[in-house]
């Protein structure tokens, strides 16, 4: 079937971590033998990319759509691939990508400068977004305001924030980068 799109096949995870797409969209057969949408959403985060996934099976259950859309698909389509379901399925993703794909990218960036932190400066950063101050965070770890203002300063340079509101808001678009994406946490 052709359908004007250029289709690169993988081998499996090792082949597309080694030469991962940068664009376009994944069409993955969404098996247990496979690891599926999850594996696909989890391998594309490692490398710190966002693409639009798209699931496939034969004879699809209601259940296991859902739950691929739970873990990142924005699609689903019933093998074997029928022209007409094909694209219009494409052209669904194509309007959300168009609509949201920018948000999910800024999000999984957010979430791969949040796995450099270490667990202090996680600590630092949730109390931060409470509102506290350094003062109040240190006497919450209990530890120095000093030691605070350590942990503080290389929390921000991991997270690339010039001051307290962008370190909070990263942690916000992070942990908007939803199910299958960037979970190390």
Request: glycine letters at 10%; proline letters at 5%; charged letters at 25%.
């Amino acid at each position: 079937m052709s359908i004007g799109c250029h289709a690169e096949i993988y081998e499996g995870p090792d082949e597309f971590a080694d030469r991962p797409p940068r664009r376009g969209l994944i069409l993955c057969r969404d098996d247990d033998t496979s690891g599926g949408v999850e594996m696909a959403a989890a391998a594309i985060s490692r490398l710190g990319i966002w693409l639009p996934i798209v699931g496939t099976a034969y004879e699809p259950d209601p259940v296991a759509v859902v739950q691929a859309m739970k873990q990142g698909a924005l699609g689903f389509v019933g093998l074997p691939l029928r022209r007409a379901q094909l694209l219009e399925t494409l052209q669904a993703v194509q309007k959300e990508v168009e609509r949201s794909g920018a948000e999910r990218q800024r999000a999984v960036d957010a979430r791969m400068r949040m796995d450099c932190l270490t667990a202090r400066e996680r600590e630092v950063l949730d109390l931060l977004t409470e509102g506290s101050s350094n003062k109040g965070i240190a006497r919450e770890l209990g530890i120095s305001p000093r030691t605070v203002e350590i942990h503080r300063a290389n929390m921000m340079h991991k997270l690339g924030a010039s001051h307290a509101a962008e370190a909070v808001r990263c942690r916000i678009e992070a942990t908007m980068a939803g199910p299958g994406i960037g979970s190390r946490n």
